[in-house]
């Protein structure tokens, strides 16, 4: 019995083809892992559970890394498979934190019942 592993999914819809590599699926479980980190150190929870921490890791990434470029003197940010860890780590942070505060005031509080309406 003979296993082969391929080395990416590749679609084709007419004349569009789409390759999905092992680079894009670490990227994204690199950008899961900096979301749910974001997340942690925020306190608070994007929307869609993992769905959201990775979008809050990959746009983190893309605002650090192409809208806001900040480059830290002395610090060597490590690159895993492509992806700045730190910088996407501070990316994600503002991401979620920016959720936080849009957010904040809209959710529903709940009412303590007084001791005439507990039902026992």
């Known amino acids: 019995m003979n296993l082969a592993l391929a080395a990416g999914i590749t679609v084709s819809i007419g004349q569009n083809t789409w390759s999905i590599g092992w680079n894009v699926i670490m990227y994204l479980v690199i950008a899961l892992i900096v ?5 942690f150190i925020v306190g608070w929870r994007v929307p869609f559970g993992i769905v959201g ?3 809050a ?3 983190g990434v893309w ?3 192409n809208v806001l470029n ?3 003197d002395g610090l060597n940010d490590p690159v895993l498979y492509g992806v700045p860890l730190i910088h996407g780590l501070v990316g994600s942070i503002i991401l979620v934190a920016i959720w936080h505060l849009l ?11 007084s001791y ?5």
């Open 116 to 120: 005439r309406e507990r039902a026992y």
């Open 57 to 59: 890791g990959i746009v």
């Open 35 to 39: 979301g749910v980190i974001a997340e």
């Open 103 to 113: 957010t904040a005031g809209r959710r529903p509080r709940r009412r303590e019942r």
């Open 63 to 65: 605002l650090m890394t």
């Open 53 to 55: 921490a990775i979008i």
């Open 70 to 72: 900040v480059q830290i």
